[in-house]
């Protein structure tokens, strides 16, 4: 079987992640099977949405193919996948028709990427959502530094240092999902988007998703508001550190305990690219800022460290360097965000002219 099953079934046109061993790692094939089966999709008139699923019981899709990219020597495979990955997010945030992503279980990284920018997006009680690049030396990409910022206040910038997963109740809170389906009506879901008929439109689709839909109760995140904004509104990580530990809950000093786990380079790299992702123009913008510091923190970062250790010897152990947050050098970052490549999106669609 493809790792990406195509199919339409009515006028359901349906794609299917279909690595489940590997919690459905997205590679560089399946982008261009999901991509050529869009413009399918496209062509096809009598399709009315299209549907991202993931295939077995644990998740929608855990993030890219980290072993891939680690055992990999070709840097120009890495910058390839990126560029196809990243032009990919775009196409589904802006696609033609209604897109429905469902986030069932583990949804992670990459897998943000591609259901975070559908125009439905749908969490179950077993979705548990997260971009938690922090902890293997890289930073919130996928267009993750666009809507991270978006969330309420301070929360974006909470769940993009610390890497925490949430519940449905909290990935809709924080903007990352729309609606609520219980997993056990999810069939009842593809069915009913199967029969709509070819013109039913945004519309439509709202009402059959709105039709099966239910209250996700109250979000989790939402309790330690009052924190977070104010911790978290900081644009120095020490700054940050500083004041959960002059808060002295204990949620701050669990908060804390969690931001000192993680790469102290990815730390200050993500801050600043959420605050500069606040003040983007659009979503193309802050994928190519994180393009060209991908391909940055993969020639001269921390991420084929954290990769070793979470992925390849599993010691749970990453020698990050620098190993403090004193040590980090901020012009070093700001050498990260320069152009590397060519661009992956015209400088019109970036705003920068």
Known sequence: MSDVIVE??????????????????????????IDRALDRFSADPGIAVVLLTGEGERGLCAGGDLRTLYESTDTVAAENFWRDEYRLDVRIAQF????????????????????????????????????????????PDVGGTWLLPRAPGEIGTYLGLTGEPVGA???????????LVPSAALPDLIDALAALPPDAGEAGVRAVIARLAQDPGSAPLAAHRDVIDRCFAFDMVDEILAALDADGSNFAVATRKTLLTKAPTSLVLTLCLLRLGRASPNLEACLEREFHGSLAVLAEGDLREGIRAAVIDKDKSPRWNPATLDAVDPGRIARWLEKRAEPVFPESRTGAV
Not at 8 to 33: E, Q
Not at 169 to 179: L, W
Request: proline share 5%; aromatic share 6%; with cysteine.
């Open 96 to 139: 033609e028709k209604p897109f429905v992503a469902v986030m069932d279980g583990i949804t992670m990284g990459g897998g943000v990427g591609l259901a975070g920018h559908a125009a439905h997006r749908i969490v179950t009680e077993r979705s548990r959502v997260a971009m938690p690049e922090t902890g293997i030396g890289y930073f």
């Open 169 to 179: 109740p909290d990935a809709i809170f924080c903007g990352f999902a729309d609606a």
């Open 8 to 33: 339409r079934v009515g006028a359901l046109g349906r794609l299917r992640l279909n690595r489940p061993k590997a919690l459905n790692a997205l590679t560089h094939g399946m982008v261009g099977a």
